[in-house]
């Protein structure tokens, strides 16, 4: 099969590539997490990125990448519909498919590997005895590990573990036993208090926690009343939750010393300094990769940008700057 | 009186499911996943796309026509784009939206894209003014390939000579690439536009200028009915089948092309479509509807797909 001969072409994504900007040294933008040392403090969403979107951007400007959840045991994901966009927002069913830690290893682990920066590898569970095994089984993979006590949409429609504080502490217990790597627990929106399960996973030696995820949601369609998702209720996301999680992320930041790391809504560097302003130390960035691919790079470079802006060495002192 | 429109909006509906239900049952049992391809995909890009075009055509439908040349020059028949809605007037989208690629023309480094204004992005994309960009992310998912010698089968020894092609409504604009490689190769493409009235035909001059053979068939003078059109293909290809079937935009539509492809021993793609976030295939939120053991994931119509084997299951 010929196609056109190739010529010299100028697509936008080439020029964004090309317009990546020098390391400041006057701003340094790296976070901590337990041991690990991120470069800035942008990273997707569990769930919104795969390495073939690495193919799409220059990842090398994230502070990290995350993987979709593992899983012990391989699941197929839920029925069609899967997802949809309602007024409120993107409404996900997908059940998280995994090929367990075997297959991830195997099939996903080098991929994203490959991509050069630090990898948090997700890991879910239906029961709290399920996260150690499937961390034994990644036999050291991955830079940190994400503890997915939230995911809204599995089997029992359920935030069960990562809205007990009891629960979350088993969690994160049990998989300090299989490994010394960092761990971030990653929390539901739907708790009676987010500082309370925030302080069980400090309290049982998490290095950080990420909240929020997306909010249990049941989307219908608008003529017939009828559910549009195959497992009927879903997860919403996207800039409509953003003041959601922001209460979320003030009050877990007020009640632990340990990084929170914010996730919900976030499409701008604005979105994301909303966020530090209110004690996050970093952002993950989920639904708006879908419509701008680019959308993480760009926040990046903007937050680098607007500290040299003012002279500020760090985000914390941009902030305190707006505030003085 | 009072009541009445109501009742007519409400049996209206019921038609509606009813045709929708038949439509997607249609395709139980009856989609495989293809053997491995034989030429690598493009690699995907995004790129701001300039609006050249953008015009009313029959009652519902709008074609755009954007300058995006690396996807002009690289995109293969049958694969998609992930095209955006730029916010205005408050409506923000948040989700691209797929979109098939009805024509390349790589060397104005141009596609083009037919939709139809149905949901709140594509009224929303109505709205974009010529001169306004999109950023669009293509060329994705695995398109129709005409069988060739590099791949033989029992029935099939030699290269496609001959294709049917079957489109209804903007599912024509998935299959009008491979009317674009037909006429690139030699093939004769005989290709069955279906839609609810003529002036609701997509790809009328488009396979006028390709050179294809055209059978237009509406609803409106019952020709498109399944019988009809059954019928008349068999009249048409039973004495000499083609080499290949294709076929885009409906589920009953896949069926028939399916039992002819059985009748006449010819292979048959068909393309789906599904909502998606993000067309390449990390978000999986685009389940292709085959059966699978509930512990492994089936294929995805962004990656996997969109163009999938029609096979009849047996019975």
Same mark, same amino acid.
């Given at each position: 099969m010929t196609l056109a001969p190739p010529r010299p072409t100028t697509d936008a994504r080439r020029a964004f590539f090309d317009a990546r900007p020098a390391d400041s040294a006057a701003v340094d933008l790296s976070v901590r997490i337990g041991s690990l040392t991120l470069a800035n403090p942008v990273m997707p969403a569990s769930g919104c990125f795969g390495p073939s979107l690495g193919r799409l951007i220059p990842v090398t400007e994230l502070g990290a990448v995350v993987t979709k959840t593992v899983f012990g045991t391989p699941r197929g994901g839920n029925a069609a519909h899967r997802l949809t966009e309602i007024r409120a927002g993107m409404v996900n069913s997908v059940g998280i498919p995994s090929r367990g830690a075997a297959g991830y290893l195997a099939g996903q682990h080098p991929l994203y590997l490959a991509l050069g920066v630090p990898?948090?590898?997700s890991v879910g569970g239906h029961r709290s005895s399920e996260y150690a095994p499937v961390v034994r089984d990644l036999r050291g993979a991955g830079d940190a590990y994400e503890l997915n006590v939230s995911c809204p949409n599995l089997d029992r429609h359920g935030t069960d573990i990562g809205s007990d504080p009891d629960a979350i502490?088993?969690?994160?217990?049990? #998989?300090?036993?299989?490994?010394?790597?960092?761990?971030? #627990?990653?929390?539901?929106?739907?708790?009676?208090?987010?500082?309370?399960c925030a302080q069980a996973a400090e309290a049982a030696g998490a290095d950080a926690v990420c909240v929020a995820n997306s909010v249990p949601a049941l989307p219908l369609t608008a003529l017939t009343r009828s559910p549009i998702l195959g497992n009927v209720i879903g997860g919403l996301s996207g800039p409509n939750i953003r003041p959601i999680v922001l209460r979320l992320v003030w009050l877990a930041a007020r009640a632990v010393d340990i990084p929170v790391i914010a996730c919900g809504g976030i499409e701008t560097a604005d979105d994301a300094l909303d966020y530090f302003s209110v004690g996050a130390r970093a952002v993950q960035v989920g639904t708006a990769s879908f419509g701008r691919p680019y959308a993480m790079v760009e926040i990046k470079r903007a937050l680098q940008e607007r500290c040299e802006g003012v002279a500020a060495a760090d985000i914390a002192e941009l902030i305190e700057l707006w505030r003085a | 009186?009072?009541?009445?429109?109501?009742?007519?909006?409400?049996?209206?509906?019921?038609?509606?499911?009813?045709?929708?239900?038949?439509?997607?049952?249609?395709?139980?049992?009856?989609?495989?996943?293809?053997?491995?391809?034989?030429?690598?995909?493009?690699?995907? @890009?995004?790129?701001?796309?300039? @609006? /050249? @075009?953008?015009?009313? =055509?029959? !009652?519902?439908?709008?074609?755009? =026509?954007?300058?995006?040349?690396?996807?002009?020059?690289?995109? /293969?028949a049958g694969q998609f784009l992930m095209i955006p809605v730029p916010p205005a007037d408050g409506e923000r989208i948040l989700l691209?939206?797929?979109?098939?690629?009805?024509?390349?023309?790589? !060397?104005?480094?141009? =596609? !083009?894209?037919?939709?139809? =204004?149905?949901?709140?992005?594509?009224?929303?994309?109505?709205? @974009?003014?010529?001169?306004?960009?999109? /950023?669009?992310?293509?060329?994705?998912?695995?398109?129709?390939?005409f069988p060739d010698a590099a791949e033989p089968t029992a029935t099939h020894p030699q290269p496609a000579r001959t294709a049917l092609m079957i489109g209804r409504g903007v599912g024509v604009c998935a299959i009008m690439g491979s009317v674009e490689d037909a006429a690139r190769f030699g093939i004769g493409a005989t290709v069955v536009l279906s839609g609810?009235?003529?002036?609701? /035909?997509?790809?009328?001059?488009?396979?006028? !200028?390709?050179?294809?053979?055209?059978?237009?068939v509406t609803d409106d003078d019952g020709s498109s009915a399944l019988p009809a059109l059954g019928a008349r293909l068999r009249g048409l290809f039973t004495a000499a089948p083609p080499d290949v079937i294709l076929v885009c935009g409906a589920g009953v539509l896949a069926r028939l092309a399916a039992e002819l492809g059985a009748e006449w021993g010819a292979p048959v793609q068909v393309s789906l479509e599904a909502h998606m976030a993000c067309g390449l295939g990390y978000c999986h939120g685009c389940a292709a509807p085959v059966a699978t053991d509930p512990a492994v994931e089936g294929p995805l119509v962004c990656v996997d797909g969109p163009v999938f084997d029609a096979v009849l299951p047996v019975a």
């Open positions: 990898v948090i590898v502490g088993k969690v994160v217990r049990a #998989v300090r036993q299989e490994t010394d790597k960092p761990l971030i #627990v990653k929390l539901p929106v739907l708790v009676s208090s987010i500082a309370d | 009186m009072t009541g009445t429109p109501a009742l007519a909006a409400l049996a209206a509906l019921r038609r509606q499911q009813a045709f929708a239900a038949a439509d997607e049952a249609a395709l139980d049992g009856l989609i495989a996943v293809r053997p491995p391809e034989r030429m690598p995909r493009p690699d995907p @890009v995004w790129d701001d796309a300039p @609006v /050249l @075009v953008h015009e009313v =055509v029959g !009652e519902r439908y709008r074609r755009l =026509v954007l300058a995006t040349d690396t996807i002009a020059t690289t995109a /293969l691209p939206r797929p979109m098939a690629i009805h024509r390349r023309h790589p !060397e104005q480094g141009t =596609v !083009e894209v037919i939709y139809g =204004v149905a949901g709140r992005g594509t009224t929303a994309l109505a709205d @974009v003014a010529v001169g306004e960009s999109l /950023l669009v992310t293509g060329p994705l998912g695995r398109g129709f390939e609810r009235s003529r002036a609701n /035909l997509i790809g009328l001059a488009d396979c006028a !200028e390709l050179g294809a053979t055209v059978i237009p």
